[in-house]
């Protein structure tokens, strides 16, 4: 054997060998990814029948961060601000137009970034998502849970408080929904990177009913939310229109399924999700906002299944549209 064959054989032997290693090592990286990452891509179109059906009336609203149906009232919704502001719930229309407020007793408001109706041991609930962390150094973050009030109520029912942690360290979460299970959802906002500097997807944590047995009883301790899963919607650094503001669970629709809205500062994307326990499945559509106003922070379903979304801001605008 020639040396230029034998330089040759080598040559193909390290080719092979190269070619098998980058094969085990991307079949590796596509097994590591937890399961919801191979979600298919859902229909990806604009925001459809969008239009501004108002602006929010009551001139104390100014930082709206939450927004979620009345349990008793399907054309009322609830909104509050976030840091700095009182502990309040503001009523209004699907127009903006103010229904009145309510103080929550018992509560103190240090970010309040979401809201979400559900079940409880008393009835039916608000569920107010003190988690603000912008910077992701809070070590503890709080729920606070009070039986809904009526919209010209002065104060409500005294609040529930469960304080928790993430089991992966603090992290910056705006979007919260509730499940017919009663269990409580968040969902991861900003940029996330690995240990290899890879930017990783929005993270799915679950807190369930269980966790507030004794959660406000003195001298019990927080409680740690379950990292469930993860979504393929993947925050980048230099475009904020891929951050999760807020999330919405549908109402059962007619075949007993429901829909999971995600909101981004540039788009909404629709998930199913399991009828009970509200856990996000295969992404279904994918819908562009198409508005001039940015900072989309608060969504909320309709009865016939339109989306109505709010904006931060005094009388910002608040707009109605269908995905897909």
């Not at 609040?159 to 979460?173: E, K, S």
């Not at 007619?254 to 992404?283: C, Q």
Request: with cysteine.
């Amino acid at each position: 054997m020639s040396a230029r064959s034998g330089r040759e054989r080598l040559a193909a032997y390290a080719l092979t060998l190269f070619a098998f290693s980058a094969l085990m090592a991307c079949a590796e990286r596509k097994d590591s990814r937890p399961s919801s990452d191979r979600r298919d891509g859902g229909v990806a179109v604009d925001l459809r029948e969008v239009s501004r059906s108002g602006r929010l009336a009551d001139r104390d609203i100014d930082e709206s961060s939450g927004l979620t149906p009345s349990s008793s009232d399907s054309l009322l919704f609830w909104t509050h601000n976030d840091s700095g502001n009182d502990a309040r719930l503001y009523a209004i229309d699907s127009t903006g137009k103010s229904l009145g407020s309510v103080r929550v007793r018992g509560a103190t408001n240090s970010d309040w970034e979401g809201i979400a109706s559900g079940p409880c041991p008393e009835g039916q609930c608000l569920y107010i998502a003190d988690v603000g962390d912008n910077s992701a150094k809070r070590p503890l973050v709080v729920l606070w849970r009070v039986l809904e009030p009526r919209p010209r109520d002065v104060n409500s029912a005294t609040a529930v408080r469960l304080a928790f942690r993430y089991p992966d360290g603090p992290q910056d979460v705006e979007a919260i929904y509730v499940s017919p299970d009663t269990s409580v959802w968040l969902l991861s906002k900003r940029p996330l990177r690995s240990g290899s500097g890879e930017l990783r997807p929005v993270r799915v944590y679950r807190i369930p009913a269980s966790a507030w047995s004794g959660g406000s009883a003195p001298g019990s301790g927080p409680v740690t939310a379950e990292l469930v899963d993860s979504l393929p919607i993947v925050p980048e650094r230099e475009d904020s229109r891929s951050w999760v503001t807020d999330a919405a669970l549908s109402p059962a629709r007619a075949d007993g399924s429901r829909r999971l809205a995600v909101l981004t500062y540039g788009a909404i994307h629709v998930f199913r999700a399991d009828p009970v326990t509200g856990r996000p499945g295969l992404l279904y559509a994918r819908c562009a906002l198409t508005i001039r106003e940015k900072y989309a922070e608060a969504i909320a379903w309709l009865p016939d299944g339109r989306l109505l979304f709010s904006n931060e801001g005094k009388g910002a605008g608040v707009y109605t549209g269908r995905c897909p």
